[in-house]
């Protein structure tokens, strides 16, 4: 059976997904695709803590399809930006479980994943399929994919 690595960046399929779609990205629709036929090896989902309620219990739906939840706080600069990236510990990751699976799945638009997605690919010599809303992914992480995979209205709630 074909073993399967999954990172999903959540704060960027949100608002990619939102801007787009003006919907949410369904996750077990993703699931159910994403693991067909395929042994999970891994499944992270990676996430900014705000603390609320509502969060909670997505974040429990998480866990409940598979996923393991990793939280970073929500940080709010002097300037009233915000601060909440998983790039890094997302790419760690993947690398570290990339040689126990056959395919990495990577669902971000992020064009910082290029570099991720290219080594993946040509020092492990494993699939990486990126699923991302086409219009919002960055091109250079499409063609650093193996394989690109639109977020569409099949992958959506409601």
Not at 87 to 101: F, S
Not at 119 to 144: C, D, F
């Amino acid at each position: 059976m074909v073993k399967v690595a999954i990172f999903v960046d959540v704060q960027n399929v949100y608002y990619t997904v939102r801007q787009a779609y003006k919907r949410n990205f369904d996750y077990n629709k993703f699931w159910a695709e994403a693991t067909v036929g395929r042994e999970v090896v891994k499944a992270i989902a990676y996430a900014i803590d705000k603390g609320d309620q509502k969060q909670r219990e997505f974040q429990n739906i998480l866990r409940a399809i598979g996923f393991e939840v990793k939280l970073k706080p929500y940080i709010q600069r002097a300037d009233g930006s915000a601060k909440g990236d998983w790039d890094v510990g997302i790419t760690l990751d993947a690398i570290e479980y990339a040689e126990q699976a056959d395919v990495v799945v990577l669902v971000s638009g992020d064009g910082d994943f290029d570099l991720l997605a290219n080594k993946i690919r040509q020092v492990h010599g494993k699939k990486v399929e990126v699923y991302g809303v086409p219009q919002l992914t960055a091109s250079s992480l499409m063609n650093a994919a193996s394989e690109f995979l639109p977020i569409d209205k099949q992958l959506l709630l409601g």
